[in-house]
């Protein structure tokens, strides 16, 4: 059985959904949120049974139309079916399925339903394009598209300032990463001379590094260019520094969609694009690439710290695991990225529509200072955001260990210490911010209506009263109902057991080429597989998680008020700021080309303009008053001018 | 009879009865100009459809001389370069007849000059003959003056036609002047009828084989480019179009900036590159450059702007710099993606005006600072306002995208900086104003006082957004409708600019493998037309500048070059 036609259908059953909201379902909110869940889990099922029928390695691995051909640019749309794009496609339909049901449930009151889920569908579409693209510039059509349904969701409730700001914002510092990234397609596709396809551009990058007689200047050069530009569209889109500043401005939209595109698949989708042109690296842009993952993960966890809204907390947890991710791509191991990509989705789609069904219970209340005491009120949502959390840091035997475990085995073994250090580091720090928020949020008494951190710029977001109901001070939290819950539960059973059901070993059949056995076969090895392969990693790995959780622990457990500022100063001011990377941004680029921009208006309004139509004008005007001097009336110039025209006749004729 | 004289016949007989129809029967008028535009629609489809790609010479061609001593006849054809370009200024002017709804005074003057500027420009670019090629530009040139004096918006509107007026005139002259100086180029026997007189493929037949003097090359070139250019908006000879479109009512906007506009850059692609190939290298050089001027200078412009019909305007003009840039790449890519935005821009220009003028309809100003969240009242127009925000700054899906990407795939290889300066301006500065315009219209709190505005309630309304948008997503998302009827023609103009057969055509180049013996590069070829007449023009000789070099030899060059462990930076 081949079920050729299945990718396709997968691929775009989410647009059809999406153009079937538009154009017809808009006033049915039910039939329009049906057609997107359904979309959504038909393409879920329908990869089940891809896969079941041809397994992770398909003997058709690339089926391609002509899109547009002229001269030697070629461009194909096609779908490429390989280990990496048919898991990347589970977890985005999966997941993406488990947040679109949750999503009937938290968005049910509002009145742009229909709306949601078409732009939802739009994004499944893009993104699934992404992760099934064959070339670079289908890639790039799919990456623009999931900027922009990104653009549209984050900006749902537009008419809220503050969302339609991060939206633009989001968008563009997107585009600032695409510029690098599409002038590194067509830099990419002059030196390769005419080469799109993910494979024919691998191959010929890979036989110039590995060229016997070495790689010559030249050649090193561009591909480092080529590499780094490339990169780029990652760095905007995985939300990189110094890209950094959009997805913490993100949470505006709604949870869903923080969780779907802002933590689980779409920021995800830069990691997923540099394991798929990994060959494409050579040493030096790999080099960039780790240091910049590197530095990610350590700047965003810092400024996690500081943080009070319990999204932001997890938009910046997100960018500090994106950083995991693309340090690892960049200590050459695509493995141990996607793993930590696939398990990252499981407990970050998890902690956000857990912050979601707090978010919901609390009235759209963000701040977690005003939360607390939900252990009782919310036991689905208490138990299943602690999983989540364990998960994300890091510890045995739940899913984040695993993955977190083996990019610092990776480090290691690749003998970066530094960037070891570093990552042992970020997992204290993980820790430590996670349980600082799950001590402030869910532990301790209720805190209602206080506001003990007046300062923060935070609680006047978070306390936005467009979109609070009347009355939300005096709130009763209560659990979420079921289509909210079992999202819930089942994401925490993959948060669980994701490190163990093989899933690492499923991605080193796409990236290892000698085919040696598998390292762990049975269950019991593979729960202990990181104590046997690399026990000084796990146990560092260990300290470091035990180290966060006790600072975090002595510091919040029945805290008032932060007690950090206190202690840290001034870099405590700095990470509640974000290291001032806004105003930096907001100083320099924006307004470099507004000042530009104002230059050139002046330019065009005063020079421009006024030489075009005074030059014109003008000269008409002289040559009017010139000639006006020419019929004076006055005989004795006439008699002149005769006089003078003869004896330019007489020259004319006679001189020659 | 052609159906291309069908095509841009109804309009003009449309204008010619509604002089008989009296002025209070609105309805009729109404009813006439929309039947004209929308037959001419239907058999420009048709007409489209039935075109066979990569066919020898112009299909649908009818000729009836007309002066005969001077060489002049009715002549209309299409090759791959006009056929799109007719379509899309069939569909605009249709679009544009029914966005006139919006005129409440003087209907019956209004609609005539509507009609008589449809037909114009969709027989300009279906002329062959010079002389009709440039008269009817002109036909369709003059009612645009005259819309915008006496139907036009804002303060500045006497101001705004004085300027639009001054500035085409002038323009429409230098590149007349540069005309008949191009007429006179050919031996005064031959100017006659059935010889070649003003028939623009004879002329081109003719220059092929005897190229111009370069002294005549060197004179004339720059008179199309700039006379071209000034109809274009080329900068720094653009400021009279933000302003222009800003004050005029918004079917003349959709016309003059998605169709009318478009003559030049087709004059110069037909006309100005293949007769004067020798000069067209050398200009392109400084063309490159100012193409920048409008890209990223006048995008900066836009980005000031305050009000939403003069960034529209400014991002139109900054708009037609990819188009140059396209043109000044001189090969097949460039040039094809030149024309992609040329068909794109023009469904996007007449977008984004037809909706700014509901919108100004609706509210009675486009000032940004007092607009705001009218995406809640106007479901529709809004939709539709974002998507051609976010077509504008290039957008995957959209038909605006393929252009810009092929136009940059082509110039990359011959003006890598300007190229990266313009893929800054199309990536960045296009999606800095355009997103900030949205914002500002759309999104965020609503004021108060337009809580009584209205969305398009009907099909008539939305009729003409609505087609306009599928004609950009049609387009953009199956580009092969277009370019596979596009590159055939367009690569024998290229091949006569660069005096030398290039190595690419429309058939699928196989893909490179690696292991290719370094005897398959290509050697440099000549033209066939010039191994066939025995004789090496001075052109082939001035076609081999570096670029061009490389472009020819390199097609498995890389492959080679890395064999051989030869650096590319050469």
Not at chain 1, 170 to 183: Q, S, V
Not at chain 1, 634 to 647: D, E, K
Request: positive net charge.
């Amino acid at each position: 059985m081949n079920l050729e036609a299945l990718p396709w259908l997968i691929l775009f059953l989410p647009l059809l959904s999406a153009t079937a909201i538009t154009l017809f379902t808009m006033r049915c909110r039910t039939t329009s949120a049906l057609l997107s869940i359904g979309a959504i889990v038909t393409g879920f099922v329908l990869t089940l049974s891809f896969i079941a029928a041809n397994g992770f390695h398909p003997a058709v691995m690339e089926t391609s139309a002509n899109w547009l051909s002229i001269g030697n640019l070629n461009i194909d749309f096609g779908l490429r079916l390989d280990v990496l794009s048919l898991m990347m496609v589970l977890i985005v339909t999966g997941v993406g399925g488990a947040i679109h049901i949750y999503s009937f449930g938290y968005m049910s009151e509002d009145r742009g339903f229909s709306r949601f889920f078409a732009c939802m569908s739009l994004f499944t579409f893009s993104m699934l394009g992404i992760v099934l693209a064959n070339n670079f510039i289908q890639l790039f059509i799919f990456w623009e598209l999931v900027g922009v349904s990104s653009y549209l969701l984050i900006g749902f409730w537009f008419e809220k300032p503050s969302a339609a700001d991060a939206a633009k914002k989001a968008f563009i510092t997107n585009r600032l990463g695409d510029f690098g990234f599409l002038l590194g397609i067509i830099i990419l596709w002059w030196w390769t001379n005419g080469s799109l396809s993910f494979d024919i551009a691998q191959q010929q990058a890979q036989a110039v590094i590995k060229s016997p007689y070495g790689v010559t200047f030249g050649d090193n050069f561009w591909l480092t260019i080529i590499g780094l530009l490339i990169f780029c569209g990652a760095v905007g889109k995985s939300a990189q520094f110094p890209l950094h500043v959009w997805l913490p401005d993100a949470m505006e939209g709604p949870t869903p969609v923080s969780a779907l595109i802002h933590a689980a698949t779409m920021v995800a989708a830069g990691v997923y694009m540099l394991c798929r042109v990994i060959l494409l690296f050579n040493v030096e842009a790999s080099h960039v690439i780790a240091w910049v993952g590197g530095f990610t993960a350590l700047l965003a966890a810092l400024i996690a710290i500081q943080q009070n809204d319990i999204k932001r907390i997890l938009a910046y947890s997100t960018l500090s695991q994106l950083g995991y991710m693309v340090m690892a791509v960049g200590l050459s191991g695509p493995t141990q990225a996607m793993f930590h990509l696939t398990t990252h989705a499981f407990f970050k789609a998890l902690l956000f529509l857990g912050a979601g069904s707090v978010i919901i219970a609390l009235h759209h209340e963000q701040n977690i200072w005003k939360m607390g005491g939900l252990r009782q009120k919310m036991p689905v949502t208490f138990w299943t955001f602690i999983i989540g959390t364990l998960a994300l840091c890091g510890v045995p035997p739940f899913s984040g260990f695993y993955s977190k475990d083996s990019i610092l085995a990776q480090a290691l073994e690749q003998r970066n210490y530094p960037l070891f250090a570093l990552g042992v580091v970020v997992a204290g720090l993980t820790t430590f911010y996670m349980f600082r928020l799950f001590y402030i949020a869910f532990l301790g008494e209720r805190r209602t209506g206080v506001a003990p951190v007046s300062h923060s710029k935070e609680a006047a977001q978070a306390g936005d009263e467009s979109l609070r109901q009347a009355g939300s001070l005096s709130y009763e939290p209560h659990e979420s109902p079921p289509v909210m819950a079992w999202p819930l539960r089942t994401l925490a059973v993959f948060a669980v057991i994701g490190g163990v059901i093989g899933i690492r070993g499923i991605f080193d059949s796409q990236f290892i080429s000698d085919t040696h056995a598998e390292r762990a076969s049975t269950f019991l090895q593979k729960l202990f597989e990181p104590f046997a392969h690399a026990p000084i990693v796990a146990i560092i790995g260990l300290l470091a998680v035990a180290a966060g959780f006790i600072a975090a622990r002595m510091l919040y457990r029945n805290a008032e008020s932060d007690p950090l500022p206190a202690k840290l100063g001034w870099f405590a001011t700095a990470m509640k700021n974000r290291f001032y990377f806004d105003e930096i941004y907001e100083a320099t680029f924006i307004r470099a080309h507004d000042f530009i921009a104002a230059v050139m208006d002046w330019i065009d309004r005063w020079l421009v303009d006024w030489a075009g139509i005074g030059l014109v004008r003008g000269g008409t005007d002289f040559t009017g008053r010139a000639l006006r001097l020419m019929q004076t009336g006055n005989l004795q110039t006439y008699a002149f001018l005769f006089a003078l025209g003869v004896a330019v006749v007489l020259y004319l004729v006679l001189g020659k | 009879m052609s159906i291309l004289t069908y095509i841009l016949g109804w309009p003009l007989i449309a204008a010619f009865v509604l002089v008989f129809v009296p002025r209070n029967y609105r309805v009729i008028i109404r009813a006439v100009a929309l039947l004209a535009t929308f037959v001419s629609m239907l058999l420009a489809v048709k007409m489209f459809c039935q075109f066979v790609a990569g066919q020898a010479g112009y299909q649908f061609e009818q000729q009836i001389p007309w002066v005969e001593s001077l060489g002049i006849s009715y002549h209309v054809g299409v090759d791959g370069l006009n056929v799109g370009l007719i379509l899309m200024g069939a569909i605009v002017a249709f679009a544009a007849a029914c966005c006139s709804f919006e005129i409440q005074s003087r209907e019956k003057e209004f609609y005539i000059l509507l009609l008589v500027m449809t037909g114009g420009i969709l027989g300009a670019f279906a002329s062959l003959d010079l002389f009709f090629f440039y008269f009817l530009h002109e036909l369709a040139l003059v009612p645009t003056f005259i819309m915008i004096g006496v139907w036009g918006r804002g303060e500045r509107k006497n101001y705004a036609t004085f300027q639009i007026t001054l500035y085409l005139s002038v323009g429409a002259l230098i590149a007349l002047i540069g005309l008949i100086a191009l007429y006179l180029q050919v031996p005064a026997d031959l100017r006659t009828t059935g010889k070649i007189g003003f028939d623009i493929p004879k002329l081109t037949e003719f220059f092929r084989n005897n190229p111009m003097a370069g002294g005549a090359q060197n004179f004339i070139f720059p008179l199309l480019l700039f006379g071209f250019g000034i109809l274009v908006s080329l900068w720094p000879f653009h400021t009279w179009a933000p302003l222009g479109y800003g004050s005029a009512p918004s079917p003349t906007a959709m016309l003059h900036a998605g169709v009318l506009k478009k003559f030049g850059l087709y004059g110069l692609i037909r006309i100005a590159l293949p007769l004067m190939p020798q000069a067209a290298q050398h200009w392109m050089q400084i063309l490159a450059w100012l193409c920048l001027g409008n890209i990223l200078f006048v995008g900066w412009v836009a980005m000031r702007q305050r009000n939403l019909n003069l960034l529209i305007g400014n991002s139109s003009v900054a708009h037609m710099g990819f188009i140059f840039l396209g043109i000044a790449s001189l090969n097949l890519i460039g040039v094809t993606g030149a024309v992609l935005i040329m068909i794109a821009h023009g469904f996007l220009a007449a977008l984004t005006f037809g909706l700014s003028g509901y919108i100004y309809r609706q509210t009675g100003t486009l000032e940004m600072g007092e607009l705001g969240g009218l995406a809640r009242k106007l479901p529709f127009i809004g939709t539709a306002l974002l998507m051609a925000a976010l077509a504008g700054c290039g957008l995957p899906g959209f038909a605006n995208f393929v252009g810009e990407v092929t136009v940059f795939f082509g110039a990359w290889k011959v003006f890598p900086v300007a190229t990266g300066l313009a893929l800054w301006g199309a990536l960045m500065i296009g999606a800095l104003y355009m997103l900030r315009a949205m914002r500002n219209v759309l999104h965020g709190p609503m004021p108060e006082k337009w809580s009584g505005i209205s969305d398009a309630a009907h099909v008539w309304r939305k009729l003409p957004y609505g087609l306009l948008l599928a004609s950009l997503l049609v387009f953009g998302c199956f580009p092969r409708l277009l370019t596979e009827k596009i590159t055939p023609d367009l690569e024998k103009i290229v091949e006569m600019v660069r005096g030398e057969t290039i190595a690419v055509g429309s058939t699928r180049v196989p893909r490179v493998q690696f292991g290719v013996p370094p005897n398959c590069v290509g050697a440099r070829t000549i033209g066939f037309d010039q191994m066939k007449d025995g004789k090496l023009s001075q052109r082939t000789v001035s076609g081999t500048t570096p670029e061009t070099t490389r472009e020819t030899r390199g097609l498995p060059a890389v492959s080679v070059r890395a064999l051989a462990g030869n650096t590319i930076l050469n």
